[in-house]
C-alpha cells in the first residue's frame, strides 16, 4: 500500500506569518467590528487584545518556531541552524528535542485543564450520590444506566444514588489508580483497532494525572532527548485528555440532561439593554446551570430595580454548555469576549475556567461590569471572588445575580450600544440527539443513515470544526471560508468550540443556510433527515455538537462510524479542523485526533516548524502509525482543498476495498492505511 501522500503535505503555502499590524479587517463578525469602531466614536481610550496584538508585533522568531528552550534557568537557550555555535543549548539539547519538549508540555497544559475540569464534574457527582450538594440531581438516569453499563458496572437492582455512586468512583479511580491497567473511559469508548494500537505504542495511559506528571519529568532538563519518545509520551498525555473529556462529557450530561435540539440566538445583539444581563463564561457548567436558576428565581428583584428581567447569556464553552442544554443565548466566542463588555449593557460576567482574558476585569471598570471569578485557580486581582462550593451553589450564585442587579441600578443613563447583529440557531446535536434523527430513517441502525450517505456519493464524508480565535487570523474568518467551502463539496459538518460559536454568530446554524450553502448531495441528505424526523425547526448547515470537551461526543460518532462500516477510524471518511487554534488543550485534543487515525487540519502554524524531524513525524510518520496526521495550512481556500483530498482517499479506498472484499469474499483490510 502506498504510504499516504497529500502533494501539499509537508509544505505550507506562502500566505503572510503574521496579520500585517494594523490590518483594519480584525474580524469576519460585523458586531465585533461595529463594537470596535464604536469604542473609537465613544472616545474611549480602552485597549483590547487586536490592539495588543498588533503591539506584540513583530514576534519572536525563536519562539514562533519552537526553538526557544526555557526549560531550565541556564536558558533561555535559543537555537539556530544557521550559526554552528547556536545548533545546541547549553546542556547539548538539539533543536529536535527543544521543539518535541515544547509542543509536548503544551499537552500536559492542555490535558491538566480538561481532566481537573472532568475531576470536578465527577466530585459533583459523587457529591450527590452523597446528598452533599442538595440544589443538584440526576437528570438524565438513562445516561447514568448506559454509562454504567458501558463501564461494566452491574446495573441490576441499584438505586439512581448507589449507581451515580459507582459512576463517580469509577470516573475518580481513572486519576487516582496506582497499577496500570488503562483508563476505563478510553478503553471503553474506542475501537478494538485503536486499543490494540494504543497498547502497541505503549501510550494507554492508566491514571489521568500520572501521564500527564509523567509527561513533566519527561521533559525536564536532563531527560528525555529523543523526539519519537517525547512525541509518545506526548499522545499518551493527549489520550489521557480525552479520557478526561468524556468523563467531562458523560457525568455532565447525567446531572444536568443530555442535549436535545433546541433554537436560540447568538451574537452581541442578544444582549439586551432593558434586562439586567449576566453574561457567564469558561467551561465547567456545574456553576453557570445555577446562575440560570438563581436568575430565574431573582426575576421579581430585578424588575424591582426597573429591568425587565435577568437576561443570562453565554460566552465561551460555558456558552456553548449552557446553549446546548438550556438553549440560553450565546453572545461571543473567543476573540469577542472583551466586546461583550464594551457594549456597557453587561452587568455582571461570572467566570469559571479556562479562556478567561485577564484584560476583562481592567476593561470593566470603564463600564461599571461586576467581573466574578469563583474558582481557587483561576482568580483576577481587583474582581468580585466567590470560593464557589456545590453544598451551597444556588445560594452563591443568587449572591452573585444580586451584584448583577446593583450593577443594573448604577447603569442609570450612562450609553450604552449594543451592536444589533444576531442570527437564529438550532443547536443541542449530542451523539444521542444526532442517532434519534438518523433512526427516524433506520431505527436499528441508526449510524447507518450516514454511512450509507457516504458509501453511496450522496455525501463526502464527515468534518468536525473545532478550536478556538487566534488573533494571527482575522476572527471567524478562516472558520467560515473553509466551513462554507465544504458545504458546498457535499460534506456533513459538525462544529465544537469556538468554532461552532462562529457557525453560531454567522447563521450557519440554521436551515436557511442549507439552502444558501449546501452542495446538492448533502443539501439532499439534511432534507431527507427532516422530512423523516420533522424537526420543529428544521435542521441546520452545521450541526453543533458542544463545548470543547464534547470533542468526546464527535469521536463517539467517527467510532461509531467504524464500527457499522467494519473498519477502523483511519478509514473512516471523517476530518477535523481548527482554523485558528489557539489554545494549549486545542494541541492536546489534535494530538489525540490523529492518534484515534483522523487527518486534522491546523489553520495557524504552531512552533514546530524549528525541526524539520518534528515537522515531518507531526505531517507524515504520524499518517504511517497512528493513520491520521496533522495538515498545517494558513491558507483557508487551500486549506479546505486539502481536507478534500483526505476525504475523497478515504472514500476512494474504502470502496476498492469493499469491491476486493466482495470480490474475494474476505473481509477488508485492517492492517494498513
Ligand atoms: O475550550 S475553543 S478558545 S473557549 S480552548 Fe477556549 Fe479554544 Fe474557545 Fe472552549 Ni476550546
Ligand atoms: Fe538550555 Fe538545555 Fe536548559 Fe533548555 S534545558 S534552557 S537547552 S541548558
Not at 464557589?388 to 450612562?414: C, D, P, T
Not at 435542521?539 to 453543533?544: A, C, G, M, N
Not at 495550512?633 to 476498492?656: N, Q, S, T
Amino acid at each position: 500500500m502506498p504510504r499516504y501522500r497529500n502533494t501539499v503535505v509537508g509544505k505550507i503555502t506562502d500566505q503572510t506569518r503574521l496579520k500585517r499590524p494594523g490590518d483594519p479587517k480584525r474580524s469576519a463578525d460585523p458586531a465585533v467590528m461595529e463594537g470596535l469602531s464604536g469604542l473609537q466614536e465613544r472616545g474611549l481610550k480602552a485597549t483590547t487584545s487586536y490592539d495588543r496584538f498588533v503591539a506584540q508585533q513583530p514576534q519572536c522568531g525563536f519562539g514562533l518556531t519552537g526553538v526557544c528552550c526555557r526549560i531550565c534557568i541556564q536558558g533561555p537557550c535559543r537555537l539556530s541552524s544557521r550559526s554552528d555555535v547556536h545548533q545546541k543549548g547549553i546542556c547539548g539539547a538539539t533543536e529536535y528535542t527543544v521543539v518535541a519538549r515544547n509542543l509536548v508540555r503544551s499537552i500536559a497544559g492542555g490535558s491538566a485543564n480538561h481532566s481537573d475540569h472532568g475531576r470536578h464534574i465527577a466530585v459533583t457527582l459523587l457529591e450527590i450520590a452523597e446528598g452533599k450538594a442538595p440544589d443538584y440531581k440526576i437528570t438524565d438516569p438513562e445516561k447514568l444506566r448506559r454509562v454504567a453499563t458501558r463501564l461494566g458496572i452491574e446495573t441490576e437492582g441499584k438505586s439512581e444514588q448507589e449507581l451515580a455512586r459507582e459512576v463517580a468512583l469509577a470516573a475518580l479511580e481513572d486519576y487516582s489508580r496506582a497499577s496500570d491497567e488503562p483508563s476505563r473511559f478510553l478503553t471503553t469508548t474506542i475501537t478494538e483497532g485503536r486499543f490494540k494500537k494504543f497498547k502497541h505504542c505503549n501510550v494507554l495511559p492508566s491514571n489521568i494525572y500520572r501521564s500527564i506528571s509523567e509527561l513533566m519529568s519527561q521533559t525536564v532538563m536532563g531527560m528525555d532527548a529523543d523526539p519519537v519518545n517525547i512525541i509518545f509520551g506526548g499522545i499518551k498525555a493527549a489520550l489521557a485528555d480525552f479520557a478526561g473529556e468524556h468523563i467531562a462529557t458523560d457525568l455532565a450530561d447525567i446531572i444536568f440532561g443530555t442535549p436535545r435540539p433546541t433554537v436560540t440566538e447568538s451574537n452581541l445583539g442578544v444582549i439586551d439593554p432593558e434586562y439586567v444581563n449576566i453574561a457567564t463564561h469558561g467551561h465547567n457548567p456545574t456553576l453557570s446551570e445555577m446562575v440560570v436558576e438563581a436568575a430565574r428565581e431573582l426575576e421579581g428583584e430585578a424588575k424591582k430595580a426597573g429591568a425587565k428581567g435577568v437576561k443570562v447569556v453565554g460566552i465561551c464553552c460555558t456558552g456553548n454548555e449552557l446553549l446546548m442544554r438550556k438553549g440560553v443565548a450565546l453572545a461571543a466566542n473567543q476573540a469577542s469576549q472583551e466586546v461583550a463588555i464594551m457594549t456597557g449593557a453587561l452587568d455582571a460576567i461570572v467566570v469559571d475556567v479556562q479562556c478567561i482574558q485577564p484584560s476583562l476585569r481592567t476593561l470593566s471598570e470603564c463600564f461599571n461590569t461586576r467581573v466574578i471569578t469563583t474558582s481557587q485557580i483561576a482568580k483576577i486581582p481587583g474582581s468580585y471572588h466567590f470560593d464557589f462550593q456545590e453544598s451551597k451553589a444556588l445560594e452563591q450564585a443568587k449572591e452573585m445575580v444580586r451584584l448583577a442587579i446593583g450593577a443594573y441600578r448604577e447603569r442609570g443613563s450612562r450609553e450604552v450600544s449594543v451592536p444589533q447583529h444576531k442570527q437564529k440557531t438550532t443547536a443541542g446535536f449530542s451523539l444521542e440527539a444526532l442517532m434519534s434523527l438518523f433512526g427516524a430513517i433506520n431505527p436499528e441502525k441508526p449510524v447507518k443513515v450516514l454511512t450509507d450517505a457516504i458509501e453511496n456519493g450522496e455525501i463526502k464524508g464527515v468534518a468536525l470544526f473545532a478550536g478556538c480565535n487566534n488573533l494571527k487570523q482575522p476572527q471567524d474568518h478562516a472558520h467560515l471560508t473553509i466551513i462554507r467551502e465544504l458545504a458546498k463539496n457535499d460534506v456533513f459538518l459538525v462544529a465544537t468550540g469556538c468554532s461552532a460559536g462562529a457557525c453560531a454568530k454567522a447563521g450557519l446554524m440554521t436551515p436557511a443556510a442549507v439552502d444558501a450553502f449546501a452542495g446538492e448531495g448533502l443539501k439532499k441528505f439534511i432534507k431527507r433527515l427532516e422530512e423523516a424526523a420533522k424537526p420543529e425547526a428544521g435542521l441546520p448547515l452545521v450541526f453543533h455538537m458542544g463545548s470543547c470537551v464534547d470533542n468526546s461526543r464527535v469521536a463517539d460518532l467517527w467510532t461509531a462510524m467504524a464500527e457499522e462500516m467494519g473498519v477502523d477510524v483511519p478509514r473512516v471518511p471523517f476530518v477535523a479542523s481548527a482554523p485558528e487554534a489557539m489554545h494549549e488543550k486545542a494541541v492536546a485534543i489534535g494530538t489525540w485526533a490523529v492518534a484515534m487515525g483522523i487527518p486534522v487540519h491546523v489553520g495557524v502554524m504552531p512552533p514546530v516548524e524549528g525541526s524539520g524531524l518534528v515537522y515531518g513525524i507531526l505531517t507524515q510518520i504520524a499518517h504511517d502509525v497512528y493513520g491520521g496526521h496533522f495538515i498545517f495550512e494558513r491558507d483557508p481556500e487551500v486549506a479546505a482543498r486539502m481536507l478534500l483530498d483526505a476525504l475523497e482517499y478515504r472514500a476512494w479506498k474504502l470502496g476498492i476495498h469493499r469491491h476486493a472484499a466482495k470480490k474475494y469474499q474476505t473481509s477488508i483490510m485492517a492492517s494498513s492505511w
